[in-house]
């Protein structure tokens, strides 16, 4: 979503503004803009549709002088995307805002503001923000008191950062629903909505609590809680370093870290396994006793981490008989649950800031507070992380690509973990077959490795996909889910519109669809219903559809005439077959995407963190 950089420092700050813009694009946006407060205590800014690169030109070499200032890339909610209603936001001359989340009441507020005079430049709702703190500046209150006075009149979901003509050597913060971290340096200090905009000026960092706020100057921070009592927060350093961010050489973020996903895999099993199994206490103080009470999961995730809860639940209720539960976040956040006594609510997601699955965890925390929570999230400062009960980390780095991949096979792995960690403790799972499984794990980074090796006959089947304007994805069983992520992989960066189904299910609707301009992407996996998938592929060969088959290499399938098969791996298992066969889809979706054109790494209308509904 959108992305907040701020600084107060002892030099210029538009050059950390705009490094911090660019670390920040990862996260899709449609315009930029930033404004610093000059040396003769006048508001300069700038604004541009399009790249930070379009902002950087437009202000030219020199910049924009001052040692305070905000900038922000946005993403479109209110308003279309146009230079008018990119971000800051001024009024009188005398504020800018920059602002993360949607204001929900800005509508009553730009009434009552138009009412009294006010005019608006912008479709947005940032800018009664704006307009607000002008209105209550002129009417006598000091800064900091007109600052929180129009917090309090604020609903919503919002991060701010705001510079004042009145206060030329302050930055004034604050969260509520939206995620903010303040950066701690020598004599300046800065905040951003993610701290990977920072790591080139700083590793120690302050995480604001929700509904925080407060004031940065050279000299220090006071933070007051939403009542504005004062409060201190910790300062946390970073393990995350400043080249994190880079592509190492590959030509896209998202080609990067789908190669990245056997280390990634061998990262998130370190630590966790000794003796041949896994330990309890990787999921944090008193996971033992927590998952002793387990008698059911509900696992709530958005996108692509659902997609990693739909395998799971095959794993958890095949393997252990383990009723497991998975739904859309923004589905169960606004519908009404039932919550048993007995159950564990399971939260992915790759940032930790997904506004829906934070909504869900806190309606369950108000509704059933008695009910265990565990994340597995791969942002360790992330609030969902502070807020749950028990945590796993993935591990899987840094993702920039909107596009998620080693965070999916991280997730899994994961995943994996909790099942055996809950069949060790709730004794559901045999010594033996654990001992299986945790065997099964620790050969996955080499699998994957393995997997990898397929790119360049992937390329070739991708060209054969260019052209196309859809494609149905196939899958059976717990391969059904990895369908529905290799459809969503393909839609979102190559935007060819793809649908998953169950093999089962083409009699039901999805073979009125086949035609001879209908290619079918098969996953077929050497298992108990691989003599069904292949019966489904005859049926849609008969319909004259062109099949591109990912196979277990002992499946029997050979290229024919309109059938293209890829070998993948052999002797997989349940849980490993899975992360396996997902990624030469991940590198189906990003060769179409390349030969296609298309913007991989941002695609259009996305953005990596959802942290507005």
Known sequence: MCGIVAAVAQRPVWPILLEGLRRLEYR???SAGLAVLSPTGEIASARAVGKVATLANQMGAGGLPGVVGIAHTRWATHGVPAERNAHPHLADERVAVVHNGIIENHAVLRAQLQARGRVFASDTDTEVVAHLLAETLAAGLAPQAAFFAVLDQLEGAFALAVVLRDTPNQLFIARRGS???????????????????????????????EGDRGVLTQSGMQLFDAKGVPVTRPVVTSAQRADSADRGGYKHFMLKEIFEQPSAIADTLEGRIAGGRVLPQAFGVGAEARFATVQRLQIVACGTSYHAGLVARYWFEDILGLPTAVEV???????????????????????????????????????????????????????????????????????????????????????????????RVRQLLSEADEQRIVAGLEKIPQLAQQALTHDAAIIALAEQLVDKHHALFLGRGVMYPIALEGALKLKEISYIHAEAYPAGELKHGPLALIDDTMPVITIAPQNDLLDKLKSNMAEVAARGAELFVFADERAGLVDEPRLHVLPVTSHVGRISAPIIFNIPLQLLAYHVAVLKGTDVDQPRNLAKSVTVE
């Open 28 to 30: 899709g946006y449609d």
């Open 179 to 209: 995620p903010l971290v303040v950066g701690v340096g020598l004599g300046e200090y800065f905040a951003a909505s993610d701290a990977l905009a920072l790591l080139p000026v700083t590793q120690q960092f302050v995480y604001l609590a």
């Open 329 to 423: 976040s923004s589905e169960f956040h606004y519908r009404n649950p039932v919550l048993e006594p007995g159950t564990m609510l399971v939260m992915l997601s790759q940032s930790g800031e997904t506004a829906d699955t934070l909504a869900a965890l806190r309606m369950v925390r108000q509704r059933a507070p008695s009910i265990p929570v565990l994340a597995i999230c791969n942002a360790p400062e992330s609030s969902l992380v502070r807020e749950a009960d028990l945590v796993l980390m993935t591990h899987a780095g840094p993702e920039i690509s909107v596009a998620s991949t080693k965070a999916f096979s991280t997730q899994l792995v994961s995943l994996a973990l909790l099942l055996l960690a809950l069949g």
